[in-house]
């Protein structure tokens, strides 16, 4: 190759490049070696309305002080555990909230050597309004009310109501009959929320 | 260095013709170089079809994508939809069913008979009495005049042809008709669209109306326009016909999904052609 003439390397090099690009463009042919997307497995860890026993808690109204309403003594006596309000707050499989909400405080977790902390902390949505001091707004049973069932204060909200199953519509057969979040999983972001002064 | 030869040395010497011949050749496969005022038209927002329209203006969904996304929907050599329309321009001219017929042999050249087609559907079908998507008009072609059987809705070769005849109308605004025997379907795709569903409780309009523009976790929303449909679709790996993105819509709100090529989703898509009225056809898009 080394002893080649100079217009016989250009020549190798300009029929070089043509295949190539011939073989990115590819032939015209059939799709039949295109695989489709297959769906995710049934009972996969993390899959939503797996997880819990699908039961909604019964629960009373009150009135509020800045809300009309809140939701007073916590869902089934649970008591939350705001670390793991944390992961439900995160996790698309579950409550979610940063689809929507910034939480400003999240982004202390982000650390270089976690590779994986800014994917679950590093992005949020803006389609609601930041959570930042959420706990100096409303009392611990208006943001209870707030997850529950939003819509019994803001009738016209997108926002969907994590634990209530009244008037919904067309749920998927695996979701059927189920919240969202379970009583215990409502009371975990509760419990975050109230550190978020 | 490129490929084992000294550029410089090789123009100096006066070999220009062979260095323009290459330039020439990468330049013709790689498509023209990307024209600003070119690539940012289909961003621009397009007044609404009428007064009475939820949207102040109209934007297609690629307004909404990253700008090395819109370079591949900028030139056909980089779109992955292209290959669909490849296929789909094959299968014109590739004789199906027993009546030994192709596309080809009733309509001819696809660029001139199918122009305008795609801008137009779906249509109210007076001898079928009922409203067709285009699929639905393709295989109603196959079973009736090709005597072939019908494709499925979510086969390669039924979103390969109906990218293909959709794109014969690129450019042209989407304007469909929503009077006469459509106008009861209009109403019931307009109810679909506006009514929530699913666990989450959440309608198209949730997202598409109301938060068009704000983000989505990492996501921003479009208005959920269908200009572009089948539109290849980068997180599917594949082109998607717009009942397949339906379905995806459905289970992202933790709702039943409806049988693709169902009335109900007909009825949507007849809804949604009208919300993007004025829009170009961009079949095949490229969205996220």
Same mark, same amino acid.
């Given at each position: ?197 | ?10 123009? /100096?010497?006066?070999?220009? &013709?062979?260095?323009? #011949?290459?330039?020439? +050749?990468?330049? @013709?496969?790689? !498509?023209? *170089? ?75 050249? /696809?660029?001139?008979?199918? &122009?305008?087609?795609? #801008?137009?559907?779906? +249509?109210?079908? @007076?001898?079928? !009495?009922? *409203? ?157």
């Amino acid at each position: 190759m080394s002893r080649l003439s100079r217009s016989r390397r250009s020549m190798l090099a300009a029929s070089l490049v043509g295949a190539i690009c011939i073989a990115v463009g590819g032939t015209q042919g059939g799709l039949a070696t295109m695989v489709p997307v297959a769906p995710p497995p049934p009972g996969a860890p993390d899959q939503p309305c797996r997880a819990g026993t699908g039961e909604v808690a019964g629960y009373r109204l009150s009135p509020g002080t800045t809300l009309a309403k809140s939701i007073e003594p916590p869902l089934a006596g649970h008591r939350g555990d705001p670390e793991r309000g944390v992961r439900w707050a995160v996790s698309p499989q579950h409550g979610h909230c940063i689809a929507c909400h910034e939480i400003p405080l999240l982004k202390e977790r982000i650390k270089p050597d976690q590779p994986d902390s800014k994917r679950r902390f590093g992005y949020h949505g803006t389609v609601a309004p930041t959570l930042e001091g959420v706990a100096a707004r409303f009392s611990e049973g208006e943001l209870r009310l707030l997850i529950v069932d939003p819509r019994a204060v803001l009738p016209t909200a997108i926002k969907p109501a994590y634990h209530s199953l009244d008037g919904l519509h067309g749920v998927a057969p695996a979701c059927a009959a189920r919240p969202v979040l379970s009583a215990p999983q409502v009371e975990d972001i509760v419990a975050f929320l109230k550190t978020l002064k | 260095m490129l490929l084992g030869m000294n550029w410089e040395k090789t123009l /100096a010497a006066g070999r220009r &013709r062979t260095a323009r #011949a290459l330039l020439a +050749v990468s330049l @013709a496969v790689g !498509g023209p *170089l990307p024209a600003g005022a070119q690539d940012s038209r289909l961003a621009q927002p397009v007044a609404p079809p009428s007064a009475e329209h939820p949207l102040a203006e109209l934007f297609s969904g690629y307004r909404y994508q990253s700008v090395p996304v819109r370079r591949m929907q900028d030139h056909d050599i980089r779109n992955p939809g292209m290959l669909w329309y490849d296929y789909g321009a094959k299968l014109w001219s590739l004789a199906d069913g027993e009546a030994g017929k192709s596309c080809a042999d009733c309509h001819n050249v /696809a660029e001139k008979a199918m &122009r305008g087609v795609g #801008a137009r559907y779906p +249509v109210f079908d @007076a001898a079928e !009495g009922k *409203l067709l998507s285009l699929e639905q008009r393709i295989n109603l072609c196959r079973t009736l005049n090709m005597k072939a059987p019908p494709w499925d809705w979510g086969s390669d070769e039924l979103v390969a042809m109906t990218a293909y005849v959709r794109a014969q109308s690129r450019g042209m605004p989407v304007r469909v008709k929503i009077d006469g025997q459509a106008a009861a379907l209009f109403e019931a795709g307009k109810a679909y669209y506006d009514r929530r569903r699913g666990q989450l409780n959440l309608s198209c309009a949730g997202c598409h109306q109301f938060s068009a523009g704000k983000k989505l976790r990492a996501t921003t929303l479009s208005q959920g326009q269908s200009n572009g449909f089948p539109a290849y679709r980068i997180s599917a790996e594949r082109a998607v016909s717009l009942h397949q993105q339906f379905q995806q819509c459905n289970r992202r709100v933790r709702a039943a999904p409806l049988a693709l090529g169902s009335d109900a989703y007909v009825n949507l898509e007849l809804y949604l052609a009208w919300r993007g009225g004025g829009l170009a056809v961009e079949t095949p898009a490229v969205r996220n």
